[in-house]
T-cell receptor, first 114, second 111 residues
């Protein structure tokens, strides 16, 4: 499981409330990623990090922010949750194998915004 | 940017038969093509990958092929078993920091 945990695993919240999801890894990987998974859309990248305090946007970054203050933790924040952000969120780490982007996923967080 | 198309979206095969899932990609610089399997309620798991310097790779009942000229790659599962039922995702990556996923194929193994 590449030493990745996510918390919470399930969350129900109301529209307009802030939500923070946490990804924690124990293997000191430099790269970490946040994806959302929705039926018919596969896995879409929200944001990623390539080091402490170094982050960049993915294809669906609107409405999300991230922070990485230490190597092991990558936080995803929904400043004001909307129903369109109801989804399953997966964190991933990258194991750099000969320069190739091997990614391994955490167990996921199911978020429901009412 | 990279775009990955995956077909079919749903596939049903009789147990013991073979299953083939096909993907195309758009960026000729892509050099790494992983495949993930996701069982219901679980995380996607990397099951096999192929790199651009290789045309084919096998691991027991699973094989992947890559045609760089045509920009397509495929997953082949032989002698399918009930535990092969899952959603399968292809992906492509070049030497930047991201990988792009296909939309997935739901594979049903029929008894």
């Amino acid at each position: 499981d590449a030493g990745i945990t996510q918390s919470p695993r399930h969350k129900v919240t109301e529209t307009g409330t802030p939500v923070t999801l946490r990804c924690h890894q124990t293997e000191n990987h430099r790269y970490m990623y946040w994806y959302r998974q929705d039926p018919g859309h596969g896995l879409r990248l929200i944001h990623y990090s390539y080091g402490v305090k170094d982050t960049d946007k993915g294809e669906v970054s609107d409405g999300y922010s991230v922070s990485r203050s230490k190597t092991e933790d990558f936080l995803l924040t929904l400043e004001s949750a909307t129903s369109s952000q109801t989804s399953v969120y997966f964190c991933a780490i990258r194991r750099t194998s000969g320069g190739y982007n091997e990614q391994f996923f955490g167990p996921g967080t199911r978020l429901t915004v009412l | 940017g990279e775009n990955v198309e995956q077909h079919p979206s749903t596939l049903s095969v009789q147990e013991g038969d073979s299953a083939v899932i096909k993907c195309t990609y758009s960026d000729s610089a892509s050099n790494y093509f992983p495949w993930y399997k996701q069982e219901l309620g679980k995380r996607p798991q990397l099951i096999i990958d192929i790199r651009s310097n290789v045309g084919e790779k096998k691991d027991q009942r699973i094989a992947v092929t890559l045609n760089k000229t045509a920009k397509h790659f495929s997953l082949h599962i032989t002698e399918t078993q009930p535990e092969d039922s899952a959603v399968y995702f292809c992906a492509a990556s070049n030497r930047d920091d991201k990988i792009i996923f296909g939309k997935g194929t739901r594979l049903h193994i029929l008894p």
